[in-house]
């Protein structure tokens, strides 16, 4: 990144957060706006249009006139057709929809199944929240043994477990270790038992082979992935500040670990042999700890493009609608899923559930009716998928883009997941126009001989020209 992309992404995030003392009202659009910019225009914006100007402003949507007018397809169509120009081999598809009256304003091979990258999570996130419902916690359990001095630590799904205390307030390490460990020493030492105490770890929630066989081992090797199981410590790595590198090939084990180890801390004897043992129906609870909301894991799977909380949710999603927790059983439920709320799932082919397969195949225009399920469904726990897309310049996947002059237009304003793989980039989100209409778009660009790079600056411009577009003739 440029010494200048730098300097633009600071001030975009210095100006959100000064704005908790400015007062509610005062536009700081101009700030956001590219060189040459008509600056006395941005007065006359709708309010949806408006850049935050605090951070309790930066979820979901503001009002929207049913009266503001729609984009003239002709001249929307004539800006995008020049923008997508796929270069070093590669090609696009597209869909943009007026959200409410669902026209088409825009379309170039938009129902041709192409790669999508993490693109895909969007439809694991709608059928996670759809099934498990967006209040839904997890609980990673200790259960009495066969006798007194055995326990067996159970995985309920919580992959973002914490090594310390629990922390109410954060998504990742919101149930941790040392608290889960003293609660059970509290038990132990009701129950008079001092040690040696042997745990044995349940990790039986899911089923089936822990490696999808359609990922690419290079991606297995760079971390991307990791073997998936129902517990884990920080989303399957090593350090919850790790975004790159080696993860736990265990993570069950890892679990135990570090629970065995604030266990002892908590002054009881323990035998370091532990073992995976299925704990007994009907077993009693020592000790409990609970994640975060299912809403905040998507909110962050989707901020931060988790693969492992991905694959976790489609599972999850599997066993809340009686199939199997395992790979097929995940992509059976999400596409069971989207499929009965609307989406058309003709050409769809899930290999995982997170976007890293060699056999995903999306359409855009599956994946924007998926955007729209986000935006328009009458359940609240679906409508919660909206607050976890990455905001243009601000946010997640989303945070060190629309920084420079042909895309500063959409900073604060283009909501969207991104999706990238060595030869693939895309896009798939929403945004509000200078007249006020939702429209709601997906831009997949694959194919590229020298890498996603080369498509990423056309997509971020094409999402630009929406949230600049006044096109209505």
């Not at 390490?173 to 042997?198: C, E, F, I, R």
């Not at 042999?273 to 905040?296: C, H, N, P």
């Not at 059976?332 to 195949?361: F, H, P, Y």
């Amino acid at each position: 990144m440029s010494r200048t992309s730098k300097i633009l992404t600071t001030v975009l995030l210095t100006l959100v957060l000064a704005a908790l003392a400015v007062p509610v009202g005062i536009n700081l659009a101009p700030v956001f706006s590219p060189a040459g910019t008509n600056q006395s225009a941005s007065a006359s914006l709708p309010a949806s249009q408006q850049l935050p100007t605090s951070l309790s402003t930066l979820n979901g949507i503001g009002s929207l006139s049913a009266n503001a007018p729609i984009p003239d397809p002709a001249v929307l169509s004539g800006q995008l057709e020049s923008t997508l120009v796929a270069h070093g081999g590669g090609n696009f598809t597209a869909l943009v929809q007026d959200a409410a009256s669902g026209q088409v304003l825009y379309s170039r091979n938009a129902s041709a199944p192409r790669i999508p990258a993490s693109n895909l999570k969007l439809l694991t996130a709608v059928a996670a929240l759809k099934n498990l419902g967006a209040q839904t916690r997890l609980h990673t359990r200790v259960l009495a043994g066969a006798d007194a001095n055995s326990i067996v630590l159970q995985g309920g799904g919580d992959v973002l477990l914490g090594k310390d205390t629990s922390q109410p307030g954060k998504t990742v390490g919101h149930a941790g270790m040392t608290t889960l460990a003293a609660q059970t020493a509290a038990a132990l030492k009701a129950a008079g038992v001092s040690g040696p105490v042997k745990i044995s770890v349940d990790d039986t929630l899911f089923t089936g082979p822990a490696l999808d066989p359609n990922w690419l081992q290079a991606d297995v090797d760079a971390g991307e992935i990791a073997p998936v199981f129902p517990m884990a410590l920080y989303g399957a790595r090593l350090d919850p500040d790790d975004s790159v590198g080696p993860r736990p090939q265990d993570s069950p084990m890892a679990v135990a670990a570090a629970f065995a180890a604030q266990l002892a801390a908590e002054g009881i004897q323990v035998d370091t042999s532990v073992q995976r043992a299925k704990a007994s129906t009907g077993a009693r609870t020592l000790a409990a700890v609970d994640s975060a909301t299912v809403a905040e894991q998507v909110e962050y799977m989707l901020q931060a493009s988790d693969n492992y909380v991905a694959e976790t949710m489609g599972r999850l999603t599997a066993l809340a609608m009686k199939k199997d927790g395992s790979f097929s059983g995940a992509t059976a439920a999400v596409k069971e899923t989207i499929g009965a709320l609307g989406v058309d799932t003709e050409g769809l082919v899930m290999g995982d559930s997170c976007g890293l397969a060699v056999n995903d195949r999306v359409s855009a225009e599956q994946l924007t009716q998926v955007v729209k399920v986000m935006l328009t469904n009458p359940s609240q726990d679906i409508r919660q998928g909206v607050l976890g897309l990455p905001i243009a310049g601000l946010s997640g996947t989303l945070g060190d883009r629309y920084i420079d002059r042909t895309t500063v237009g959409g900073a604060g304003l283009v909501r969207a997941k991104t999706g990238t793989l060595n030869a693939v980039i895309s896009l798939s989100g929403y945004v509000v126009d200078t007249d006020g209409r939702l429209l709601v778009f997906s831009f997949i660009g694959n194919d590229f001989s020298g890498g996603s790079d080369q498509g990423k600056p056309a997509i971020d411009k094409a999402a630009t020209i929406l949230a600049s577009c006044g096109c209505s003739g």
